[in-house]
């Protein structure tokens, strides 16, 4: 056992012995296993905000994602849209640093608690939910002028972005999320980010957006 892994709580250690015995032994099982574990957040108390003041200011909004009511906020009433997108295990104000400076310069903000996050419904979340998320709350309430994310909401950003063409080439389609908004700014650790970033570099526009100011790990 290497002195990184032995630095671990006791309880992720057995987690990961116990995982890697499944493997062996009922590989799909231990699969299913590892990726209900991996969606699902740990559990916190109802309505923990981080910056709660910030909704004394907003107007709530409920986006339908399939059987699930999330539930979002809004603020400003400026004709450019920004979408907040916050990272795992957090909440639509853990952003709220940016809310009330964009208002001032006249734009509306919006927030989303993703699905099993804040207030929102839900036991798990994936990587392609989150997305699916984010996709639902631009057709619910609008086109989205630019984005700044956090975290595994960066990554779903970055899913999307590629998904949809924002930065090589017109997009294409003629709905609101495939306007390409740019990214104001991303903070993200995640393998896929740091390869997105790459290809972005090299595809990007210049003057089109500034997407890495926010994050000095890459």
Do not use: C
């Not at 700044?148 to 970055?158: E, K, Y």
């Not at 390409?180 to 991303?186: A, K, S």
């Amino acid at each position: 056992m290497s002195a990184q892994s032995q630095q671990l709580p006791l309880r992720f250690r057995m987690m990961t012995s116990s995982l890697n015995f499944l493997a062996q032994v009922l590989p799909r099982a231990a699969g299913r296993f590892a990726f209900d574990l991996f969606s699902t957040p740990r559990s916190a108390p109802a309505h923990q905000r981080r910056a709660p003041h910030a909704l004394a200011s907003a107007s709530p909004l409920a986006v339908r994602f399939g059987a699930l009511t999330l539930r979002a906020w809004a603020w400003g009433e400026g004709e450019r849209t920004i979408l907040l997108v916050h990272g795992w295990e957090s909440e639509a104000t853990s952003l709220a640093a940016f809310i009330l400076p964009l208002v001032e310069r006249g734009y509306r903000v919006i927030a989303l608690d993703g699905p099993a996050h804040g207030d929102s419904p839900g036991k798990r979340l994936n990587l392609v939910d989150y997305v699916s998320a984010l996709r639902s709350t631009i057709a619910q309430h609008g086109a989205v002028y630019a984005v700044i994310a956090h975290s595994f909401g960066g990554a779903a950003i970055f899913v999307r972005a590629r998904r949809d063409n924002w930065f090589g080439g017109r997009a294409a389609g003629g709905d609101d999320w495939r306007a390409r908004p740019p990214l104001l700014g991303v903070g993200a650790f995640y393998p896929v980010v740091r390869a997105e970033r790459r290809r972005l570099d090299r595809d990007v526009r210049v003057g089109a957006a500034t997407v890495w100011p926010f994050h000095r790990g890459f």
